[in-house]
């Protein structure tokens, strides 16, 4: 693991599936990143109001407002904000959609939590 | 167990007696009435024939027997205008003249006689001795005086034997003389005994007492009755009238008759009817033989072509119905594959979960040092919450795969409101993502319906899907509605979608018929559902307004003896 600054960064985790919220936060905090879990679209454009985040994971299909709407306020609210899809199988067209509305990378769930945080790092160095 | 299928084998008998009978009765009708009249016109033209033949036959005899009576009569004349009664009263010229006579007309005279006003027969030439006979008081002699000649009727006479006589009157001193001769029976006789028509046909000669005046055969005699009747009308002169009548043997006979010598005489003609029209007879026996012949190759060839078609029609009817099952098959699929996306993610969530928990688990282990308490017990809520998952991804394919095994189409005792619980299980994760709430309201007490489970699930599935995809992102509701009226099962499905068009609504239940975008939608599933419905003997209606939403409605027949079915399904409001 690299990027151990005395920074931490803060990621917004957004996913209406609370039992994957609560194992994500846990697995992520043990790796230095400050999580804010939430399980709607609603609360995370609250939570962005209230504090930036460095990077959002926005799951894409959520019952209340869609990730595609999500990643489309975040962007408004904070463009230098990085966006990281996840998509279940078969919904990469949805996910390519989200790359060109200015996301920076997808993941299709169930994935490897290395290859998310290999993801969130890269977002930081641009 | 009983499936709807196939048509019974009694439509296809019933199929082909009606086109055997369809066939048959086009084709030998217009024979039979064509053979019908054709032997209805030749008998027409047959009868005018036979009976011209008859009238042409009659009407020569008749001349040839009035020219012999008068012949003989111009003989008799002749001879007592050529000598004076004296002369007559000389026996040795009665016989020169007889015998002259005889010489030229084949014995036809049998002899000659004069007699004098009392009926006294002066002078005899001839066979028999008869000079000084006396024939006042003869039936003849009283005819005889009365006119210049005379032909009598046929007699037995002093001799005894049938014959006739010629007379002719001759004036002498004041008296009147007869000059006589006998004609001969058979010779006459054989005027009309060779007239012959036919194999049966035959002429003779009547007076109108309807006495004799020709040997009379057989046959004649069986037919007097008819011939009494006959000679009751007044003949017409120099015509040939022609009946059929039966005679006493109950022969259908044709009979003729023509006046002769002035009316007094009558010759008659008469005929087997089967004789005269023997050739009738023959073409009507061809014509029916053929007519028959015929009829039976048209019979066998309809009915060897009937049962041809019906085959082919049964083999067309099977395959149709494979291919039915097909495309049940096929729209089942698509409408699995359009649900697939939702139940995908629906397992990828607890997959995904899975996978982090081990992989936390993996990160408690691998920390340094022993074990703490806490952490164990954070090993063991990972594993517990593994284990949920791994539960919930098993209740998902189960849902899954009990709709998605080969349609079954046998039928059973369907208990419709545990179908829409299990359709909106499967629909349920779809709803959610698009933002539907789904309502149920389901009579507890809904009879089972006899229809195949996997049909009307599917069935269910299309109307529920189709209701979802009928709502925009702004949300909405589908309901799901089961109720009994009159023994039967209603199950409706409304949403409050977009509608209908209504130039659409008449074609929705059209095979391919879809607005839904190309790839998203095969336009089979609302056409499949009107299949199965149709085939249950149910209906399918649809009412829509744009704008509104669509209600769907399949009513089903109930089974007769159906206890409720035991629900098992959710009441109200699943979201």
């Known amino acids: 693991m690299s990027g151990q600054g005395a920074q931490r960064l803060k990621v917004l985790l957004v996913d209406d599936e609370l039992g994957y919220l609560e194992v994500l936060q846990k697995r992520m905090s043990k790796r230095n990143l400050e999580v804010t879990p939430v399980s709607s679209g609603t609360e995370a454009v609250r939570q962005a109001r209230q504090q930036s985040f460095d990077v959002a994971v926005v799951d894409l299909k959520m019952e209340d407002m869609d990730g595609i709407e999500v990643l489309k306020v975040l962007k408004m609210m904070d463009p230098k904000m990085a966006v990281i899809i996840l998509t279940g199988h078969g919904s990469e067209q949805a996910a390519r959609e989200g790359m060109a509305l200015g996301a920076f990378d997808y993941l299709t769930k169930p994935c490897e939590l290395s290859d998310l945080l290999t993801r969130i790092y890269a977002s930081q160095e641009r | ?575």
């Not at chain 2, 190759?297 to 085959?311: E, F, G, P, Q, W």
């Not at chain 2, 993502?433 to 009579?443: I, M, P, R, W």
């Not at chain 2, 190309?518 to 199965?532: D, K």
Request: glycine share 8%; with cysteine; net charge neutral.
């Open chain 2, 1 to 575: 167990m009983q499936t709807a299928r196939v048509r019974p084998a009694t439509y296809y008998r019933t199929l082909t007696r009606n086109l055997v009978l369809f066939v048959v009765v086009i084709s030998l009708l217009p024979l039979f009435l064509t053979g019908a009249i054709i032997l209805y016109q030749f008998k027409q033209a047959y009868q005018t024939k036979v009976e011209e033949n008859l009238e042409v036959l009659l009407n020569k005899h008749r001349r040839t027997i009035d020219a012999f009576l008068v012949d003989r009569l111009a003989d008799i004349r002749v001879l007592a205008r050529s000598y004076t009664v004296p002369e007559l009263e000389n026996p040795a010229l009665l016989k020169a003249k007889l015998n002259l006579l005889r010489e030229e007309y084949n014995g036809v005279y049998v002899d000659l006689g004069l007699v004098d006003d009392k009926g006294a027969q002066v002078a005899y030439a001839g066979p028999y001795n008869l000079t000084g006979a006396n024939y006042s008081t003869a039936q003849w002699f009283k005819q005889a005086t009365g006119s210049e000649h005379f032909v009598s009727n046929v007699f037995a006479g002093l001799r005894g034997s049938p014959h006739f006589i010629v007379a002719a009157k001759k004036r002498f001193e004041g008296r009147d003389w007869l000059l006589k001769a006998t004609i001969d029976f058979e010779a006459f006789n054989a005027l009309v005994e060779n007239i012959r028509i036919g194999e049966t046909g035959f002429a003779f000669i009547l007076n109108r007492q309807s006495e004799f005046q020709t040997k009379p055969r057989q046959e004649v005699i069986l037919a007097s009755g008819a011939w009494r009747e006959l000679l009751q009308d007044p003949l017409d002169q120099g015509k040939v009238t022609i009946v059929e009548r039966p005679d006493s043997l109950d022969r259908e006979m044709i009979y003729a008759a023509a006046p002769l010598k002035n009316g007094q005489w009558i010759i008659c003609a008469q005929q087997v009817v089967a004789d005269a029209f023997v050739h009738l007879v023959q073409a009507q026996r061809a014509a029916i033989a053929i007519f028959v012949l015929g009829g039976l190759a048209i019979v066998v060839a309809t009915l060897i072509l009937a049962r041809r078609l019906v085959r082919r029609i049964a083999e067309a009817d099977e395959q149709k119905e494979a291919m039915n099952e097909k495309m049940i098959e096929a729209g089942r699929l698509a409408s699995i594959g359009e649900l697939a996306a939702g139940i995908a993610h629906e397992i990828n969530n607890p997959v995904a979960i899975m996978v982090e928990e081990a992989g936390w688990i993996e990160d408690l282990m691998s920390d340094e040092g022993p074990l703490s308490e806490e952490t164990l017990s954070e090993i063991q809520r990972a594993v517990q919450q593994i284990q949920e998952q791994g539960d919930r991804c098993k209740q998902i394919t189960h849902k899954l795969l009990s709709f998605a095994r080969k349609t079954d189409p046998t039928i059973k005792q369907v208990d419709i409101n545990g179908l829409v619980g299990e359709v909106l299980g499967l629909v349920g994760q779809k709803s959610r993502y698009a933002g539907v709430k789904l309502e149920t309201t389901l009579d507890k007490n809904l009879p089972r319906v006899a229809a195949s489970p996997s049909e009307l699930q599917q069935v269910l599935l299309n109307l529920v899907n189709n209701a979802v995809d009928a709502i925009n992102a702004e949300g909405g509701t589908v309901s799901v509605t089961t109720s009994q009226e009159n023994g039967r099962v209603r199950l409706s499905v409304s949403d409050t979608g977009i509608g209908i068009a209504d130039a659409n609504l008449a074609r929705i239940f059209d095979p391919f018929y879809t607005t839904k975008p190309v790839g998203q939608g095969t336009g089979l599933g609302l056409s499949i559902c009107y299949g199965i419905i149709n085939k249950l003997g149910g209906e399918i209606k649809v009412t829509s307004a744009k704008g509104k939403g669509s209600t769907f409605t399949v009513i089903l027949p109930a089974r007769q003896d159906s206890a409720p079915a035991p629900t098992g399904a959710p009441q109200a409001g699943q979201s």
